[in-house]
């Protein structure tokens, strides 16, 4: 199994999850062109999809999900919630994950994991194929038992680290966007992504990479230095950037 990003951050988010029988798009929040264009950075073309999976309907996530399946027919998935919060669907394929159940999909198992953030009824996704596994998880405001249960088994792990907490509180964000941010149903700091870390045990991860990383409220050493206790027996540290997400990894 490989996984690469278009691009990771509150201006966009998409997600490539591939084996040699599948390829997903989780994701997708930019433009036509634009993702078209990223696509190709990572020697992949529309065409060459199965599906788009779609983990909630805030525009950084869903700006380009529509456009991109009605002009490529891609099927879509989502919950119900989020379908919900989707504008207009005409013309699009659309089915209905349900968070409490798996789904096969383009040769991949695909685990949906129902998490605590403020949209109607977001999930994130773990995938499994090939004796491995690759969790995706950004977009969380705080910790869950449901969550670590179900992350442990992963070998690979693309993790939210948001926001150092002194430069979101410093930072130039008013104040409700603050408490949002900052709040249960938001995102994860790099002291709770590195709390996760502990908790899951990172002696299994071959692939870790650090995600949806704040531009204005967060730098990758603050990030680096958070998750650093946990991160020793990790066979490869990536951090996504908004502009590039990151290169294909590869689990064994
Ligand atoms: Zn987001
Ligand atoms: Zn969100």
Known sequence: MRY?????????????VATDNGVVLVDCGFSVRETVRRLARLRCNPEDLDAILVTHEHSDHIRGVVPLARKYGLPVFMTAGTAKAVSSCRDVIAHEVNP???????????????VPHDAREPVQYIFRAGGNSLGILTDLGCITPHVID???????????????????????YPPSLKRRVGGRWGHLSNDQAAALLAALGPERIQSLVLAHISEKNNARELVSAAVAPHTAA??????ACQAQGFPWQTLL
């Open 150 to 172: 179900a992350y442990r088994e992963c070998d690979g792990l693309l993790l939210e680290a948001n926001h150092d907490v002194g430069m979101l509180a410093n930072g130039p």
């Open 234 to 239: 990790v066979g490869n540290l990536t951090y």
């Open 4 to 16: 690469a990003s278009l691009g990771s951050g509150s201006k966009g988010n998409a997600t490539l």
């Open 100 to 114: 409490h159940r798996s789904l096969s999909l383009a040769g991949f198992d695909i685990i949906p994991v129902a």
